[in-house]
């Protein structure tokens, strides 16, 4: 089983496209695949499959709840949190921030007077079903979360006892923006990660700050740039090349076409559509590639 993130540092540079076409042509050519929608804040790979869902779980935090009746105010629970996400205020009472809190529950173990209650957040919801034969499992962070890190881990979590379970072939992940917290467990998951950039000035410095990410988390499995927009701007794409030359990673460029946003806003997978064009041809030849690695 080939677990294969497609991720980059920055937003809008056509993950969601990749990863849609790799996990069709996995399809078409018979690979038993699962498809998981880790973009938690802007699952636009579901909307575009719309899958029809079999099952959805709730993704819920501890939140604590001070019982002022046994509150004696002695500040434990305030000076144990690792998030400071409790203020001893100087009536005694104490505040509860809620963005800064992890759900930890550390504070209701060392409250002396068992003050502090459990209270349930639902921050987000896992999905689980299918397009046209191929298994989907998609996060999604409720409106006002912040938890994007807590859902995509839970996520992960579950999406991983669903292909132990199973007998896939491909699992492809498709990452939010950025690196940190929130992509790490899916690096670590992953076998292949496929890093998609475009020739702008932002998707050059965040090509290299995803690799220093990698770096840092000593990722150990196989890399694959694509440079998408090819056409935008031949310095900036050199630049892409070079990074890609210098740690010896291979490249697949993808070339601009406004088809692809077209095609898009239809909810239509590109190779299906329009496989024999320059786009379909590099899309292939990136299949073929991971599909080799
Ligand atoms: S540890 Fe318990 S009793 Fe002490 S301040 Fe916190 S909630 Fe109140
Ligand atoms: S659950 Fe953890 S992070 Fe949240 S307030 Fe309690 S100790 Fe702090």
Redesign the pocket.
Known sequence: MKIVAIAGGKGGTGKTFVALNLAYLALSRGYRTLFIDADVDNPSASAVLKPSIDRSEDVATFVPS?DSS?????????SMCPEHA?V?LPTGR?LVIEDLCSGCSL?RL????N??AERKRVEGWIRVGSWNGMDVVVGELAVGSRKDAIVIKKLMDYASSIWSSHRYDYVFIDSPPGTGAKLYPIAKASKIVVVVTEPTPLGVSDLRKFFEFLESINFVGKIVVVLNKRGLSDRLEDEVRSIARSRNIPLIEIPYSRRVAECFASREIYVRRYGEDAIGEALKKLFDYVESM
């Open positions: 001070i046994r509150c004696r105010g002695c500040a434990k629970c305030v409790l001893a104490i504070c060392v409250c002396p007077f003050a502090i």
